[in-house]
């Protein structure tokens, strides 16, 4: 036991977690037994902090109001097969490129003014939110703390949007 507690010190909580994710449909004893071991972390399939997930009534109201910078990172092909209104495509393979622009070069790329970072109505969105997520780590690493993500994705909305 004294055996385990010490390792558990030894590796990274950073390593646990990547661990507990990639084994948590796998794994699931594994992974209880990783997280309880480390600090809290998140749950499988859960965001570690809720209130960066964009619901799709959220996201509804974000755009019947017109408050909302919204970032599709899928690939060009999945966003020209069906897209949110207002999206912007950004693919996840230039997201960090993209938030590191100038406003005035962001401008003239992506046509849409650039996100500031401490805007609250960023939200990223991809097929199922695995990207979405990615993308949403990125953005907040570059200091966009308030940018979010919409975690249902294209499918979703698709799906409750009958198409």
Same mark, same amino acid.
């Given at each position: 036991m004294?055996a385990? +507690?010490m390792?558990?010190? +030894? ?7 990547? @661990? ?16 309880t ?7 499988c399939?859960?965001?570690?902090d ?9 996201l509804k109201?974000?755009?019947s109001?017109?408050? *909302?910078?919204?970032f ?11 897209? +949110?209104?207002?999206? *912007?495509?950004?693919?996840?393979? *230039? ?22 970072k401490?805007?609250?109505? +960023? @939200? ?21 703390t ?16 009958g198409?």
């Amino acid at each position: 036991m004294v055996a385990v +507690i010490m390792l558990s010190f +030894i590796l990274s909580r950073t390593l646990c977690q990547t @661990v507990a994710e990639a084994t948590c449909k796998a794994h699931p004893t594994l992974v209880t037994t990783l997280r309880t071991f480390t600090t809290s972390g998140p749950r499988c399939g859960e965001d570690s902090d809720g209130a960066s997930v964009v619901t799709y009534p959220q996201l509804k109201t974000m755009l019947s109001n017109r408050d *909302v910078q919204l970032f599709d990172v899928r690939e060009p092909e999945e966003y020209q097969e069906g897209r +949110i209104p207002d999206a *912007v495509n950004v693919p996840l393979a *230039v997201v960090e490129e993209s938030m590191k622009l100038s406003p005035e070069q962001f401008q003239k790329r992506y046509n849409v003014k650039a996100p500031g970072k401490d805007d609250n109505n +960023i @939200v990223f969105y991809c097929r199922s939110g695995n990207r979405s997520y990615k993308a949403l780590s990125m953005a907040q690493q570059l200091g966009f703390t308030r940018a979010r993500h919409y975690k249902g994705g294209y499918s979703e909305w698709a799906e409750k949007e009958g198409k």
